[in-house]
């Protein structure tokens, strides 16, 4: 089992950027896929980046592409989502979540589940 605690978001100005961090408990990090997904008032929770358990490999949403990126460090147990270039419309509670597949990129596939940061941008 693992624990999951985001931190980093906050409120932000268009164009402008924010890191959010996932802090995750346990000896077994490394073999879990990991995922930031957001969900916005009123919308479905979407899939915003997920990185392979090695780091190796990384899916972006389209709407985020070039503009967020993914990464993880298995020897200090975090994952990191780098967001720069914010638009009003990512405005949303950000999650972290741990999978069991090597990477993952639908909800149902992951076991677990930070408690969330919200990320503002205003326009």
């Known amino acids: 089992q693992v624990q999951l605690v985001e931190s980093g978001g906050g409120l932000v100005q268009a164009g402008g950027s924010l890191r959010l961090s996932c802090a995750a408990s346990g000896r077994t990090f490394s073999r879990y896929g990991m995922g930031w997904f957001r969900q916005a008032p009123g919308k479905e929770r979407e899939l915003v980046a997920a990185i392979k358990w090695s780091g190796s490999d990384t899916y972006y949403a389209d709407s985020v592409k070039g503009r967020f990126t993914i990464s993880r460090d298995n020897a200090k147990n975090t994952v990191t989502l780098q967001m720069n270039n914010l638009e009003p419309e990512d405005t949303a509670v950000y999650y972290c979540?741990?999978?069991?597949?090597?990477?993952?990129?639908?909800?149902?596939?992951?076991?677990?589940w930070g408690q969330g940061t919200q990320v503002t941008v205003s326009s």
């Open positions: 979540a741990a999978s069991y597949q090597r990477i993952a990129v639908a909800a149902g596939e992951y076991a677990y």
